[in-house]
């Protein structure tokens, strides 16, 4: 698969991410309103994605895989996905909590502050045109 995804054009490989793993972001966070956070195994087509953007590596140590933390920065609306080279044995969809302590311990200080710019940017705009309240 992984050859694969190298001969998609970027758009193509675009297509791919928003079609499988950001969907299924959005349905988790559809399903699970409170949640902000959600930590899940990566997708190939993302870390193929992640490795164009010169985020990653596409190769670990075999004691190491690819993880996203996803953090939810308005509802339904915009989330922002961090690629995460984690142990085999953490576990999909963990409480909220546990999502968050990851968050906070693992992605780095400055991409914490961009997204909390991020975050505020985006509210003000969709408060701006009405979209939330």
């Known amino acids: 698969m992984t ?12 297509e791919r991410v928003d079609a499988g793993p950001c969907e299924s972001d959005r349905a988790f966070f559809r399903q699970h309103p409170q949640r902000n956070f959600r930590l899940r195994p990566a997708w190939t087509a993302e870390i193929e994605d992640f490795a164009r953007q ?18 939810q920065l308005v509802p339904h609306k915009a989330r922002l996905r961090w690629p995460l080279a984690a142990p085999h044995h953490y576990y999909a969809d963990p409480p909220e909590k546990i999502a968050r302590k990851i968050w906070l311990r693992h ?5 914490k ?21």
Do not use: F, N, T
């Open 107 to 111: 992605v780095p200080r400055a991409w």
């Open 113 to 133: 502050k961009k997204s909390r710019a991020l975050q505020d940017g985006i509210a003000r705009v969709l408060q701006q045109y009405g979209e939330i309240s």
């Open 3 to 14: 050859g694969l995804l190298h001969a998609l054009s970027d758009q193509e490989l675009g």
């Open 54 to 71: 010169g985020v990653i590596k596409r190769e670990l140590p075999s004691d190491l895989c690819w993880w996203v933390l996803v953090h």
